[in-house]
């Protein structure tokens, strides 16, 4: 059995007062999304799920809303009433946190622009326990690897963060603070906690294993530094020598036995250019870090819970206060996990047009296509910390969007890949639709119909030709092929409705993941600014990316 019966009523409940809130049609997608928030761990079958809402929602759709009302009044009286909106349902708490004590930081390596799994995580669970306890939130860009460090992810990083409406208090760059790190290393060297390797990192890799120590490990202090200023001073080339943790060759733990601290590399910094030739290895940096900034907690993935354990080691030997650190599990969303290099490389053979391609999941091509700040921060709440993985669909994102997004975008009336049609037997007249049919203050859009010039969506001319159907607003019509007869105004209960575009009219590109589409929209459309979302009726939402004169480029949101 796919769900259980009481998984299948709570399911029954949440379409049932879907469809009483909204006119007697349950949405699915918010269906599943009310499921899920209430029982989270029906995450893991989100296709089980979705298949049983699907079912019920068709059921739910087919009766009438009196029914609908009487039915949920039996099941689940209280679901009667809407509840208020609360705010934002928050984070749990947070052991040992202090109002206005907690420091978080958010430590992107800038390699590239953000992506959506930073996005659900890193970024919102740091930034909201900052807020949330009224402390300080750091971003911290960790560019320690000067060659995969890229100039322009510095200034892009910030920038999707401002669009998600995350305003760091402070931001820290890792690469000004190489003195520091110089500093520290230096320390564990003189006390004869830290030693230059000079295996190659396949010897070492082996005594590891093994548990034997590197033959320079019983070295002298004063023999140790001679190597760490030879170098400092590029009398190595990259891989010959690494400053290393002297920690216990014996743990069972293999990460922990005897850890890099820094390594050398020639590579080309786009801050500090060929300043430095030795980089601090990122779990040495980051204890380092976070101590100097005080972070007192820290939100990570799990695949960094090894770190977590090397970090605790760096902390003890400095004898410093480890910060509370919550490993979580990941959200997998499907294809939403690009590399940067094989994006790199798609924008370089020109397979996507760049790093804002509605194809790519970076945050940038997600705000282009019309998802809001809002809608990252509310799945991210939703997920919380949890420590398993995550799956989730598409369609919990967009349900989530497309409730941010529908009271704010007006109707539009579009027609892709258009046909040309010519009405007999009516005159010209200017129609008027709700700008949007929820909010009549809004007011009406006027659009003119001039019935020689009508345009239908290639898709729509096909299926509905030797057909009788309703133009919206303007009235019916029988359609032979390129002539249409007009049956006059009466509305026919069942017969189809379907939009159209007459003139004047504008031009507009609609950027799908797939494909890009050319049609027609009514003139209004031209009041809509870049950044704007509309819904095109019947095709779905849709962000204004671009206007030039006469064409309006949207991206395509999702129905
Ligand atoms: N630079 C690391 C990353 O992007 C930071 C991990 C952390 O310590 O939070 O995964």
Redesign the pocket.
Known sequence: MAVSRMERELIVRYCLQNAIFYKGKANPGAVIGKVMADQPELRKRVADVKKEVMSVVRIVNRMKLDEQEKRLKKLAPKMMKRLPKKKSRGLPELKGAVNGKVVT?????PTGPLSLPHLLR?VFINYLYARKYKGKFILRL?DTDPVKTLKEAYKWIQEDLKRVGVRPDKVVIKSQHMELYYRKAEELIKRGRAYVCLCSAEKFRGLKLKKEHCPERGRSAEENMKDWKAMLKGKFYEGEAVVRLKTDMSNPNPVLRDPPLLRISYGKHPKVGTRYNVWPL?NFA?AIEDHDQGVTH????KE?EH?TAVQKLMYKEFGWKPPFVVNFGMIYLPDSKAHIRDIKRWIADGTVSGWDDPKLPTARALFRRGFQAETFRELAITCGLSKTDIRIGWENLEGINRKVVDPRANRVMAVLDPVEIMVHGAKARTVELKVHPDFPKRGMRKVKAVPHHMYLSRHDWRVLRKHEFRLIGFGNVYLKDYQAEYRGDKIVKGMQKVQWVSRPHVRIKLIMPEETKEGLAEPSISKAKVGDIVQLERTGFARVDKKTKGLVTLVFSHK
């Open positions: 930081r958010f430590a992107p390596s890193p960790e990122y980051c820290v939100f990570r993935a960094h770190n």
